[in-house]
T-cell receptor, first 118, second 113 residues
Framework: NAGVTQTPKFQVLKTGQSMTLQCAQD?????MYWYRQDPGMGLRLIYY???????DKGEVPNGYNVSRLNKREFSLRLESAAPSQTSVYFC?????????????????FGPGTRLLVL | GESVGLHLPTLSVQEGDNSIINCAYS??????FIWYKQESGKGPQFIID?????DKRQGQRVTVLLNKTVKHLSLQIAATQPGDSAVYFC????????????FGAGTRLTVKP
């Protein structure tokens, strides 16, 4: 049981390049999330998917797109990378989405992808 | 705007001592709170959570206290060990704002042997 896995671990991009961050979970969770973490700041939600087939914007969605490929996989795409997108990106999953059962909202995080945009 | 915050950015304790990490919140609509631990180079790890209808919840060596009157949340770690060294941050859920989860920046706990 690997939990939440993310690829790649590290990536360097030039401004304007595109890339897709991959995330997969093997816990049969319904909900998945993408966050970014910047120095001195808390995690900020980019997009989330409460269930397979649905996606919603979070706090900072601009410049990103997501795809919930199936129940296991949730990808984050940067179409035209900018230096402001330099960050550590975390994927997370939970049994249920926001507003559902108390103990099932616990989010389990992946190890992160460190992205540098030059 | 309303936000989740932390009183202290760093905390240093002796091994074996108890640690108390604090978190202030200003959103009275928050109904659910979580503490996470994040070790260097790793993703956040769930420690313990508490609902707004509770004042206290205990786990293994950890206790979370919630004071809704002053909008304050604390994490107590008993008999702190070197493996507890990490960044700890709290998160709150805003029931009236689409159940958004907001995270604090974190407190770095260093345990001295």
């Amino acid at each position: 049981n690997a939990g939440v896995t993310q690829t790649p671990k590290f990536q360097v991009l030039k401004t304007g390049q595109s890339m897709t961050l991959q995330c997969a979970q093997d816990m049969n969770h319904n909900s998945m999330y993408w966050y970014r973490q910047d120095p001195g700041m808390g995690l900020r939600l980019i997009y989330y998917s409460a269930s397979e087939g649905t996606t919603d914007k979070g706090e900072v969605p601009n410049g990103y797109n997501v795809s919930r490929l199936n129940k296991r996989e949730f990808s984050l795409r940067l179409e035209s990378a900018a230096p402001s997108q330099t960050s550590v990106y975390f994927c997370a999953s939970s049994s249920s989405g926001p507003g559902f059962f108390f103990d099932q909202e616990t989010q389990y995080f992946g190890p992160g992808t460190r992205l540098l945009v030059l | 705007g309303e936000s989740v915050g932390l009183h202290l950015p760093t905390l240093s304790v002796q091994e074996g001592d108890n640690s108390i990490i604090n978190c202030a919140y200003s959103n009275s609509a928050s109904d659910y709170f979580i503490w996470y631990k994040q070790e260097s180079g790793k993703g956040p790890q769930f420690i313990i959570d508490i609902r707004s209808n509770m004042d206290k919840r205990q786990g293994q060596r950890v206790t979370v206290l919630l004071n809704k009157t002053v909008k304050h949340l604390s994490l107590q770690i008993a008999a702190t060990q070197p493996g507890d060294s990490a960044v700890y941050f709290c998160a709150e859920r805003d029931y009236y704002n689409n159940n958004d989860m907001r995270f604090g920046a974190g407190t770095r706990l260093t345990v001295k042997p």
